[in-house]
Structure formats: structure tokens, C-alpha cells
């Protein structure tokens, strides 16, 4: 199986998001980056799926320079090949935007299947995969922990909402957008980590691509957001706070 | 020409909240641009829809009917809202932020060479849209450029629903054009893994802990905080996901939705994913390192800090609280 795979690099979950001057956008000096979680275990599914059946992992990524780094870590957890689309202008396209260049990449690697997480964990869209579903021409599932090869194409297990599954059976080639959980995630090895440097990095700009930026939806400011309630902060040592907190869970709250 | 037409979307408990909500941001977005209001809703066979609206009744419902609809599929529901759509022209097309609307819309708004402002939480004088950047840390706000339709879904308990006061609108049917080869995927009946033998929706305490935990091996320190409490034991989604608690203890859209009178979230940074299954607990604490966690958004009480210092001395000052 020919498997592509999406994979894109956001601000490490840990690291403190501040907002730029102008409110546009976030601060990205000093930030720290890592792969998109979900996309993780779209690339794992992807490496399962060619352990079992054979066939190539291709992973592409949309995004500056920077976007190597993951590049090398999926490659290293051990895709075959790369593409870097390469984009200094992200916050100007929408998804749609994004998935074109995506689109144009994938299409003449004739892919069976193409997978991506369900979102991403900074703009949580989660609209990329089923946006680059109706590019290509092809059927699509979400939320899926679970992929499955049968004789007519797949079978793979959907997430409902509120604890229910569905299985949903559906021919190749198709696109597929990845739940966290369904598999374990592996790490790089240092054998991987020194076979990746030996692999094709294919980049590619976007206007090669011939895809424009032309977004239907623009981003006005972003802020800190407001409060719902008013929290009292307990401070002082752990202890100071932990007895601080019981005396108002016994007396103010009556919860103890 | 609808202006604004809002999505029902049929629910397996036949709950109509969401619909009810999507109705209250149509009206938030028709009284900002004058448009009027529509419905729309896929029927089958054995159930009528729009019988459940809240507050003053929109202009009229359109009833899609068709066989190859009965089940949901994107691929039909794709086809089935793109026809309505070309026929209404609405300017605007509001549905509930669901994971079927997450499944079907994306791919519906690329048809029209548009993009779906997904999982709004206000709308504003523009109209702006607002929603949410970086699980729940920032908000974002964003504008429609061009023309229409505009796409837009809204998240749950956002919009606050009107009650029901029994108006009635009348309804067209609408028979789309679908052919059983356009529908490429079959899908199989809903089930759940296995019987749900915790039910934490009873539970009077619930102390969750999330990722700041770091280690299976430090679950002990939220087990006895638990004890302590005489709570019951959940987590947020990546606990599960690690195996460290069962499927069946997490919290949030893909878990269970919880309302007890205290709720402990131990390390969780509160993504909104999270924030919809706890929310309407009676008193929150949120035990966190990081000050800007949105966490602290919902809770009542919070102490900053490092958990692993944190949980032993609440461990020990619950105890002898409760002596």
C-alpha cells in the first residue's frame, strides 16, 4: 500500500503562547515545536499499515524552514520519503488554502490511502483531511482508531460521541483523519534517526505548486480569553494552599 | 433567498438542544445582519423534524427527504445540502459544532469554494466570529471575506436556547437527486465497546487528573486523593488513550459529561473538548503549574503549582478534615 500521510508542526503542548504586538498572531521567537499529536498517530497507523502489508509511507508537511525538524523526526520514526511544501505565509491561507497545496502535492503520487490527524492542536480546525477528501475525489471517515485491509478496500473503526463506535467498510484509494489512542506511538531510534538523513527530502514552494493564497475566512485579532467565573487562587506553600482550599470546600462551597 | 438557514441535526437520544442553540445563534446573527431565519433537517420515514423549536418559530423548515438518507453518510449528506443549498441561496448556513457536522461540512463548504468558521462560541457586530486557538488558551477573532454562503458551526452550550413556547413553521419537503453509487462508504451500527459499568454522571465527587500527571506510575498519588474524598476516579482523553485509566473514565465529548457538586481536575489544562463534559459541575478546582491554563476559566478554586507537591498535602489535609 502507498500511504501519504499529513503531518504538521505546531507549538510544543508545554510551551507559553504569548501574543505578537499587532494581536494578529501568536510570538514564534522562542518557541519550541513538535509534530502535531494526532498526526502522530496517523503516521504510526501508517507505519503499522506497511508493516503488515508492505509498501512506501510518504509523509508531507506545509510550512517554513522550521517544519524540517518534524519532517526528520516522522522520517526517522520511519516514512520512507518526504515532502516540504514550503510556505512562509501560513496565517494567510484558511484550510482550504492549505489543503490545495497539500492537494497538488499528493495528487501525482497516486496515493491508496491518505491520512492525517483529525486536527491540529493549535488552530483545532480539524477540517484539513476531510477538505482534501473532496480535492482528490475521494470517499473519507474521521475519528478513526482503527484501520483495517480488506479485499474491497477497508474497514475502520469510527469514534461516536459520548463512548460509541461505528465500523464503516469503504473502498481504496481514501482519506482518512486519525484519533488519538487507537495505537501506541513509537519513538525514533537512533538507527532510524541515522537512516532518516540518508532519506529523499523533496522541497517544493508553493507557487511551483501554483496554488495562491486566497482565503475565504481571515483571521481579525486573537486574545487572552475572558474569564467565566472568578476563580480564587489559593497561594502560599502546597501545604499553606491545601489547607486553604479544604477550609473553603468545608465552610464556603459545603462540597466536604 | 433564505438568508440564514440553520442545520438540525437528529440525535440518537432525540434530544433537540443543539438545534435549539444553532436556532439561538441564528437569531444572535439575524438580528446583527436583518436576514430572516430558515430551518433545514434531514427526516426519515418514521419521524417528523422541527417539532422540538424553542423561542419564536423561523419563516420556514425545509424537510430533506430521501432513502439513501436514512443512514448517515458524508457522501449523501454532502450531495442532499449541496442541492438545498443552490436552491435557497442563503447567505449564511449555521449547523451544531457535532462530529457528524465535523464529518460532512468541511467537504460541503469546499463545493462552494468555501470554509467552514467551525466551532463558534460568540457572534459579534461584522458579523466577527469568535472561537478558540490553542485548546482553549486563546480566542480567536475572524471575519467572512467575499461572498456566500458563509459556513458556520457552533459549539455546544455556546448559545443559550430559547424555552419552548410551541410556535410552529411550516414545512416544505425537499427530495434531492441521489444515487446509490455516489454513496462510496457503508457504514455499520453505532455500539459501544462493552457494557458501561461506571456511570459518572451519578457521581456526588469526581477528582479527573490529565496529562500533567506524566506517569502511570504516579497514579497513586491521585488514587489517594480520591480515597480521601471518597471520590470516584476520571481523567481527561490522553490518560485514556495512554491505558492508564479505562476508556469508560474519561471525561469530556468522546467520554461521559458530568455534573457533580465537586470536581477536582488534577493537571489538566482544560481543553474545550474536556471543559464540555464538566462544566455544569456545581464547584470546580483546577490544581495546575501553568497560571494560563483555561482551566482556571471555569474554575471556582485554584491553587497554582506543582501537582506533585500539591496532591499529598490535599491528600493529608482532606484527611484529617474529614476525621
Known sequence: MKIVVAIKQVPDRDAPVRIASGGKWIDESDLQWAMNEPDAYALEEALQLKEKHGGEVIVVSVGPERVGSTIREALAKGADRAIHILCDDLGARDALGVARLLAAAIKPENPDLVLTGLQSEDLGLGQTGVILAELLGLPHATLILHVEKTDA???????????????????????????????????????GIKRAKTKELRAVSAAELGVEAAPTVTLEQIAAPKKQKSTQILSGSAKEAAAALVDKLKTEARVL | MSGILVVEEARRDGSARIFQETLAAGRKLASLTGLTLEAAGVGDSNRNIFLQISGPAPRAGHAIRHPLLETY???????????????????????????????????????????????????????????????????????????????????????????????????????????????????????????????????????????????????PLIEALAGALNAELAASRPICDNGWLPMERQVGSSGQTVAPKLYMAVGISGAIQHLVGMKGSQCIVAINKDPDAPIFEVADYGIVGDLFEVVPALTEAVKAARQ
Not at chain 2, 448556513?93 to 465535523?102: C, E, G, K, N
Not at chain 2, 457572534?123 to 482553549?136: H, K, S
Open chain 1, 153 to 191: 478496500g477497508l474497514k475502520v473503526k469510527r469514534e461516536l460521541e459520548e463512548g460509541w463506535y461505528q465500523f464503516i467498510e469503504m473502498p481504496l484509494p481514501a482519506v482518512l483523519t486519525m484519533q488519538s489512542g487507537g495505537n501506541k506511538l513509537r519513538y525514533a531510534t537512533l538507527m
Open chain 2, 73 to 219: 453518510t458524508a457522501d449523501g449528506y454532502v450531495l442532499a445540502f449541496e442541492q438545498l443549498i443552490r436552491k435557497l441561496e442563503p447567505q449564511y448556513v449555521l449547523f451544531p459544532h457535532s462530529y457528524q457536522v465535523r464529518d460532512f461540512v468541511p467537504r460541503l463548504a469546499t463545493k462552494f469554494g468555501q470554509v467552514l468558521i467551525g466551532d463558534v462560541t460568540a457572534i459579534e457586530d461584522g458579523p466577527l466570529f469568535e472561537r478558540q486557538l490553542f485548546q482553549g488558551r486563546m480566542n480567536a477573532t475572524v471575519r467572512h471575506e467575499g461572498g456566500g454562503p458563509c459556513f458556520v458551526s457552533v459549539q455546544n452550550g455556546a448559545f443559550r436556547a430559547d424555552a419552548a413556547n410551541g410556535e410552529v413553521m411550516p414545512i416544505a419537503e425537499f427530495i434531492p437527486e441521489i444515487e446509490p453509487a455516489q454513496i462510496r462508504t457503508a457504514p455499520g451500527e453505532p455500539f459501544r465497546e462493552s457494557a458501561q459499568t461506571v456511570d459518572l454522571g451519578w457521581a456526588q465527587r469526581i477528582v479527573s487528573v490529565g496529562r500533567g500527571i506524566k506517569d502511570a506510575a504516579n497514579m
